[in-house]
């Protein structure tokens, strides 16, 4: 995630227009297994991720509880990486939110 910025092609960026779905909440989405496979195979194969790509990804409006659990998932993640960035509890997180995004996408 970054500040607001004027980019060209080779630095993309992707904000949230809407309260339901913050930037934390797509970082989330696009870090997960699922939404990347699905990426992958449907949407674009090679090494280039475009943005418009990105905007094709099926986005689920979350639940404000559903919010709210991949929040405090988002904000325990992003403090390990910056503290200690220990591999096996972020490993845990990560495994935490793909379980929640797998149940968020009914899979």
Do not use: W
Request: a negative charge; charged letters at 25%.
């Amino acid at each position: 995630m970054k500040a607001k910025s004027v980019n060209d092609v080779g630095s993309m960026a992707l904000y949230s227009m809407l309260y339901v779905t913050p930037n934390y909440y797509f970082v989330a989405l696009l870090n997960s297994e699922l939404l990347f496979d699905y990426y992958r195979d449907y949407i674009n194969c090679t090494v280039n991720i475009q943005i418009n790509d990105i905007r094709q990804l099926p986005i689920i409006i979350p639940t404000e509880k559903q919010l709210k659990k991949i929040e405090i998932i988002f904000h325990k993640a992003v403090s390990l990486k910056k503290d200690s960035n220990s591999i096996i509890e972020l490993n845990e997180l990560e495994n935490e939110l793909e379980k929640d995004i797998r149940i968020l996408y009914e899979i």
